[in-house]
């Protein structure tokens, strides 16, 4: 019985090791790698969310990792991506100012043998990066505006506060809004304006809209942050629960708006996710592994009726 129960441990162990192969072999940076995290900017909740969690998985690899700032210009963007060059670095994080602007500088890095992964915002050619970690900016503009159109009933006035003009995410979302909205002609949008991610510009610019009279069944936002300054003007206007606000990106801060009932709902885009994925993609990539040219994560709603499991 005893022999029986020894055979018998030893084929489920060797059994489990074949199943975790991973756990022989377990995925770190060489000593010799440095790696570059280039964001557009580092302004509000999402993208410092997004970096800490670049920065964490870095840690766990053992990768020596430097963030750049290009605080939302293009071409501090490109001079980031040849110094990266120049300095001789391993592989580039990019979450890119524009869509377009960026190629040539990516396309120099890549030929100079640095792996280029591209992280949430997507460039406009593939070719010039390795692989794109990220969500589909169409579905989550898709999820938040079918959400507030059957909120609203079908019916009545919207104003959409929108990313910088050109970025990724502002032509995606915008998108995905457009293409709920030709099933509601019933929904007019009487405002859309970029607030370029930022809750102070929001704010004034929601201000401006409640103080032409004009009657706001919803505001629709192409992230948190600006939803966040939507929900300080409608407060200020004591028109908490008349005017729906929605927003993207699950930041803890609108998600303390939605449980709060200040803010209707917002949609996650798995942000720690995207950041952990895209830096374990580029210690594969560094290390010579393949890895798939698209790894893409969902979206989820967020109401107060599910808000509770978001919060931390």
Not at 30 to 39: E, G, T
Not at 67 to 80: C, G, L, Y
Not at 268 to 284: C, F, I, N, Y
Request: charged content about 20%.
């Amino acid at each position: 019985m005893k022999k029986l129960f020894v055979l018998f441990a030893a084929t489920a162990l060797g059994a489990a090791a074949s199943l975790t192969p991973a756990m022989s072999a377990e995925l770190k940076a060489q000593p010799n790698q440095k790696f570059a995290l280039l964001m557009s900017h580092m302004d509000n909740e999402f993208t410092i969310q997004m970096s800490g969690a670049v920065k964490d998985k870095a840690k766990e690899l053992d990768a020596n990792l430097t963030t750049f700032d290009a605080r939302n210009e293009i071409a501090k963007q490109i001079s980031q991506v040849e110094t990266a060059v120049t300095q001789g670095y391993t592989g580039i994080l990019i979450e890119p100012v524009a869509v377009d602007g960026l190629g040539p500088a990516l396309q120099a890095a890549k030929k100079a043998g640095l792996a280029v992964i591209n992280l949430n915002q997507r460039v406009s050619d593939p070719t010039v990066t390795d692989s794109y970690v990220g969500a589909n900016p169409v579905e989550g503009g898709q999820i938040e505006m079918g959400y507030i159109a059957k909120e609203i009933g079908g019916k009545g006035n919207v104003a959409l506060l929108l990313g910088p003009l050109g970025s990724d995410a502002e032509i995606g979302r915008t998108q995905g809004y457009e293409n709920v909205l030709k099933d509601y002609p019933d929904i007019k949008v009487v405002y859309k304006q970029t607030a370029n991610w930022r809750t102070d510009e929001a704010l004034k610019l929601t201000e401006n809209w409640l103080q032409t009279g004009a009657d706001l069944a919803a505001i629709v936002s192409n992230n948190d942050d600006m939803a966040l300054g939507a929900v300080k003007a409608v407060k200020d206007a004591h028109l908490v629960g008349k005017i729906k606000i929605a927003g993207l990106d699950a930041a803890p801060n609108a998600l303390a708006a939605v449980k709060d009932g200040t803010m209707t709902a917002t949609v996650s885009q798995s942000t720690t996710d995207q950041g952990r994925m895209a830096m374990e993609a580029l210690v594969k990539l560094a290390n010579g592994e393949k890895i798939d040219p698209t790894i893409t994560v969902p979206h989820a709603l967020i109401t107060k009726e599910n808000v509770d499991k978001y919060i931390k």
